[in-house]
């Protein structure tokens, strides 16, 4: 089973009440912060919002919704839906909101030529399993052992409809944990619409903010620095709109190796173009999708992607050394 990483690709701070602050002029409200923490899908997760009414039965709905999303996309639960997919290569009956993301994942992995792929889970376990061992090589994986389990990736091996989720080989696996968190907000913040909260911030790994604070200020988050000092780089206010950061410093698979999770499914190797990449957007599974392939793929390759996902706004590229390149299309 794949372990929980709640630092695999999380680097974004959250501000809140007294957080960071750019003015703006905007109708204040006098309902009081209330504020939600769990978990979800193996990361930290807060729901802060401001309402006219006590929001305890909201968040007990958005905690029921985050769970039964995690018995359908987690790894870490051994009945999931994905956990039984990945160990009988086939889902009968899966849920709507299964077959609804894959589907968002497939067409992805195809605008990006592969950079974005859910089927990387077995080089992922390969990986793994080579640091596990005594005394591993800290160069990971054989170059032949990465062939061959390259063989077992692609989206397009994937097989699917209304009445069952399959794999084309034997002993392929997909990991949503490139998009799952994201895809969650997204259900998330639809339900606090629903429920008539205009003014909210949802973290639940990646971030959606709608609205403002009582005094009027924007939600506002920051990207920080892949460097050890991890000084903040930039801030954004954020409304309407997603921020998603993918960072492969946070992951590594050995303290003795500068490998980490965010594995290019072409080459099989550890992506090393950037340092991080957070991607803004209408919506949290784009922003989470997108971050992912843009940290794996080359600079010049993002403009032909971008002009597919209108719900793109904003990409901030960090390289290794800490320097910003702030892509709007």
């Known amino acids: 089973m794949m372990r929980p990483m709640i630092d695999r690709r999380r680097f974004i701070a959250i501000s809140a009440a007294a957080g960071l602050a750019v003015p703006m002029a905007r109708a204040k409200t006098t309902a009081q912060m209330q504020r939600w923490r769990g978990g979800a899908m193996g990361a930290k997760a807060q729901i802060m919002l401001y309402g006219s009414t006590n929001a305890q039965a909201t968040f007990d709905k958005c905690q029921r919704e985050i769970t039964r999303l995690e018995r359908i996309f987690s790894l870490y639960i051994p009945d999931s839906a994905i956990s039984r997919l990945n160990r009988d290569g086939f889902l009968d009956n899966p849920d709507i909101e299964f077959l609804d993301l894959l589907s968002r994942c497939q067409t992805c992995s195809q605008i990006t030529n592969g950079a974005f792929d859910v089927t990387i889970q077995p080089l992922w376990k390969l990986y793994a399993d080579h640091f596990a061992a005594p005394n591993a090589d800290s160069a990971g994986p ?43 907000t997204d259900r998330v913040v639809a339900l606090l619409k629903a429920e ?13 903010a709608m609205g403002h604070h009582s005094d009027g200020r924007p939600w506002t988050a920051g990207i920080s620095s892949p460097l050890k000092d991890h000084r903040m780089l930039l801030e954004l206010p954020l409304d309407h709109q997603a921020l998603a950061t993918s960072g492969g410093y946070g992951s590594p698979f050995s303290d003795q190796s500068k490998l980490h999770h965010l594995l ?66």
């Open 142 to 184: 054989s170059d032949a052992a990465i062939a061959q389990t390259l063989e077992l990736v692609g989206s397009d091996k994937i097989l699917m409809d209304s009445r069952r989720i399959s794999f084309a080989r034997p002993s392929m696996g997909i990991s949503l944990n490139g998009v799952a968190q994201g895809y969650i």
């Open 196 to 208: 008539g909260y205009r003014n909210i911030l949802v973290h639940m790994g990646e971030t959606y």
């Open 264 to 329: 290019n499914p072409k080459t099989g190797r550890s992506a090393d173009h950037y340092g991080a990449v957070s991607v803004v957007a209408r919506d949290t599974t784009t922003a989470d999708m997108l971050s992912t392939a843009f940290y794996v793929m080359p600079f010049e390759r993002v403009a032909q992607v971008w002009t597919k996902y209108p719900q793109l706004e904003r990409a901030i590229f960090v390289d290794p050394a800490g320097k910003i390149t702030d892509f709007k299309g």
